[in-house]
């Protein structure tokens, strides 16, 4: 009798079991539109379209980049959060994702639980470098530079809330520091600003930064995160110059709508990693760095949630408010 009980029991759920396989075994029956809100070309493009093979290879149809930019990343990320939850739609975006709540009231989404996530597909070393001009050959000296002149050095930055505002004032607040921002749109009017001389200080990507370490036009100082970078393996991280505290990363994301079955997000999952894996060198080059454990929603989403409160938590104290 007991056994017949637990038979019973388990009926419903071996009935289900086929239903449940097939889910597992989900493939898109249309192309899978990858909505990029920035223009082509740029870091985030060029990694979404570095899936498209291997993503067609697995689940059967191709991957289509639509980039559709405007108000910093916003516009198209709402797209994707409205879009039917079924596996067609997905979101390409890079850490201005988590950016966004500190510099807009009324966002209409929530950039963590709008969304499910696919997988943080990679970080980006970047690379604290000065004006040759600058008498600091470490980032030690830097610091006690800033500390003797306090405002006197210009930060040339890529915009307000951008990834180099942020580092920057981590930097301030790790190092105790007083420094002038000035912002420019975009890292190459940054870059240029530092090249001649208008601003004293920047922050680059590792790959960005190459040209310019090997012109002589700017000088490495340190690596904002953890590790150093493959690109400038002579380059210390922040802690090993002394300041730990001094850690930023920029990331990409791949998110789809929040109701999203887990299923199909296995599915996509799982596409995107082998995707990662088939162009892991032309990433490196690219100072783009593959790391394990952010493929699961979960893991996501709480790397989301962190990153938001971190951006909130730094621009608050920096006196931005969202407009």
């Known amino acids: 009798m007991l056994l017949r009980r637990r038979t019973l029991a388990a009926a419903p759920f071996l009935l289900a079991a086929p239903g449940v396989a097939r889910a597992q075994a989900w493939r898109p029956n249309r192309p899978i539109r990858a909505i990029v809100p920035f223009t082509a070309g740029g870091p985030t493009d060029v990694l979404t379209r570095m899936m498209s093979d291997p993503v067609q290879a697995m689940l059967g149809q191709p991957l289509v980049v639509e980039n559709r930019t405007g108000a910093g990343g916003t516009i198209g990320a709402d797209m994707v959060a409205k879009a039917a939850p079924d596996g067609h739609t997905i979101l390409v975006n890079d850490s201005a994702h988590g950016v966004a709540p500190a510099l ?23 690379i ?35 990834p180099v505002h942020i580092a920057a004032e981590i930097l301030k607040t790790s190092a105790g520091v007083q420094m002038e921002m000035v912002h420019y749109r975009g890292g190459a009017p940054a870059a240029l600003a530092v ?31 953890e590790r150093r970078s493959p690109l400038l393996p002579e380059v210390p991280t922040s802690a090993e110059a002394g300041l730990p505290g001094f850690v ?38 690219l100072g783009e760095e593959l790391r394990p454990g952010f493929d699961t929603p979960e893991a996501v989403r709480a790397f989301l949630r962190r990153e938001v409160d971190q951006s909130v938590a ?7 408010r969202p407009e």
């Open 128 to 162: 604290l470098l000065v004006h040759p001009s600058v008498r600091a050959n470490s980032l030690a000296e830097l610091v006690a530079l800033m500390k003797a002149q306090p405002g006197r050095l210009n930060m040339a930055t890529t915009g307000v809330g951008g």
């Open 195 to 225: 090249v001649g001389g208008e601003a004293q200080m920047t922050i680059l990507s590792a790959s960005a930064s190459l040209e310019h370490i090997r012109a002589g036009t700017m000088r490495p100082l340190a690596v904002t995160v």
């Open 248 to 285: 930023f990363q920029n990331w990409r994301v791949c998110a789809a709508p929040a109701a999203t079955p887990a299923p199909i997000l296995a599915a996509l999952s799982a596409a995107f990693q082998a995707g990662l894996a088939q162009n892991r060198e032309r990433l490196a080059a």
């Open 104 to 126: 807009i009231a009324r966002l209409p989404y929530d950039p963590v639980t709008d969304f499910a996530g696919v997988g943080v597909l990679v970080f980006a070393s970047l």
């Open 314 to 320: 730094v621009l608050r104290a920096a006196g931005v």
